[in-house]
Nanobody
């Protein structure tokens, strides 16, 4: 089995910063795309940032210049550094990874979600 465990959410004031982490563990043959999504109350889940294995990161327009995604392949971990946070960034943030559990077998895995609240 594969698990994605997230950490780093919480309450922060506007213009503050938070760093989210997501570590993958279990029967992992290889990790391809990793990314972060978020879902605010009453809204659909949306892609925040993604980073393919060996590729360039991409971001939602709403977070460009404020958020940075990175990954440590040796630790099977993806990070999201969030700066200049705004109240509209408030949401549950989910980690996603496309993981091979064996040759030719790739699956989408999701973290449990971590709440980020931006409020004064």
């Amino acid at each position: 089995q594969v698990q994605l465990v997230e950490s780093g959410g919480g309450l922060v004031q506007p213009e503050g910063s938070l760093r989210l982490s997501c570590a993958a563990s279990g029967s992992i043959f290889g990790i391809y795309d990793m990314g972060w999504y978020r879902q605010a109350p009453g809204k659909q889940r949306e892609l925040v940032a993604g980073i393919p294995s060996g590729g360039s990161a991409h971001y939602a327009d709403s977070v460009k210049g404020r958020f940075t995604i990175s990954r440590d392949n040796a630790k099977n971990t993806v990070y999201l550094q969030m700066n200049s946070l705004k109240p509209e960034d408030t949401a549950v943030y989910y980690c996603h990874a496309l993981i091979a559990t064996a040759i030719g077998l790739r699956y989408d895995f999701w973290g449990q979600g971590t709440q980020v609240t931006v409020s004064s």
